[in-house]
T-cell receptor
Framework: AQTVTQSQPEMSVQEAETVTLSCTYD???????LFWYKQPPSRQMILVIR??????QNATENRFSVNFQKAAKSFSLKISDSQLGDAAMYFC?????????????FGEGTQLTVNP | DTGVSQDPRHKITKRGQNVTFRCDPI?????LYWYRQTLGQGPEFLTY????????KSRLLSDRFSAERPKGSFSTLEIQRTEQGDSAMYLC?????????????FGSGTQLSVL
C-alpha cells in the first residue's frame, strides 16, 4: 500500500515571499508519479505541478517548483513570489504508474494563507 | 472543454434515505473517477471506470454504494440507506486515457449532509 503524508496542516506566507510545503510518501513501486493539487474555496481541484519518479530533474511551472528527493521519498513544493490567489488547500498526491492509471493517493493537505 | 460538472452541488438528506449524484466528465475522456473527501482530509479513492466498465472499487465502497457509467458517458453514484458517516464531499474526476502521469480534471463536488 502507498501512503502520502503532509506534516504541515497550516502554513502562512507574506505576499511576494517564498514558502515551501512538505510532503513525504511511501511506495514499494519503482514506477510512480507525484503531483501537487490546489483546492481553492471553489472546491475544484487544480493541478499545480507533477513529477515523474524516473526523472532526476526537478519540475518547475512558472512560480512553482518541486524538490524531489527520491531516496528520502520527499516531494516538497516551493511557491515563489506568493500571490493572494495562491491561498488554498494544497494536496500532495501519488500515482502508482501505468497499472493503476491515474488513481491517486492524496495526503491530508496543507492550508496556505497568503497575507497582504 | 466545458469541464467536469457535478449535480447537485449540495444535498441534504435524512438518515436512511437514498441519494444519487451525477457526474458529466469532459466528453472525450475515457477514464472517470469518484473520490470522497471528508472535512480536513484529502480525497479518498472510491472507484473508477474505463469507458463503461467499472475496473476497480475501493474497500471504502460498501454494498450500499453503487456506481454506473452507462454508455461510457456520464456517471451516477448512488448511496442507499444513507448513514451520518456518509456525510462528505463526493468528487468526480476524469482523464483522457487513465495513464499514470495524466492530469485529472475535477468537478466542484457534491456536498452531502446526512441528518
Amino acid at each position: 500500500a502507498q501512503t502520502v503524508t503532509q506534516s504541515q496542516p497550516e502554513m502562512s506566507v507574506q505576499e511576494a515571499e517564498t514558502v515551501t510545503l512538505s510532503c513525504t510518501y511511501d511506495t514499494s513501486e519503482s514506477d510512480y508519479y507525484l503531483f501537487w493539487y490546489k483546492q481553492p474555496p471553489s472546491r475544484q481541484m487544480i493541478l499545480v505541478i507533477r513529477q515523474e519518479a524516473y526523472k532526476q530533474q526537478n519540475a518547475t511551472e512558472n512560480r512553482f517548483s518541486v524538490n524531489f528527493q527520491k531516496a528520502a521519498k520527499s516531494f516538497s513544493l516551493k511557491i515563489s513570489d506568493s500571490q493572494l490567489g495562491d491561498a488554498a488547500m494544497y494536496f500532495c498526491a501519488l500515482s502508482q504508474g501505468e497499472t493503476s492509471g491515474s488513481r491517486l493517493t492524496f495526503g491530508e493537505g496543507t492550508q496556505l494563507t497568503v497575507n497582504p | 472543454d466545458t469541464g467536469v460538472s457535478q449535480d447537485p452541488r449540495h444535498k441534504i438528506t435524512k438518515r436512511g434515505q437514498n441519494v444519487t449524484f451525477r457526474c458529466d466528465p469532459i466528453s472525450e475522456h475515457n477514464r472517470l473517477y469518484w473520490y470522497r473527501q471528508t472535512l480536513g482530509q484529502g480525497p479518498e479513492f472510491l472507484t473508477y471506470f474505463q469507458n463503461e466498465a467499472q475496473l476497480e472499487k475501493s474497500r471504502l465502497l460498501s454494498d450500499r454504494f453503487s456506481a454506473e457509467r452507462p454508455k461510457g458517458s456520464f456517471s451516477t453514484l448512488e448511496i442507499q440507506r444513507t448513514e451520518q458517516g456518509d456525510s462528505a464531499m463526493y468528487l468526480c474526476a476524469s482523464s483522457p486515457r487513465g495513464l499514470g502521469y495524466e492530469k485529472l480534471f475535477f468537478g466542484s463536488g457534491t456536498q452531502l449532509s446526512v441528518l
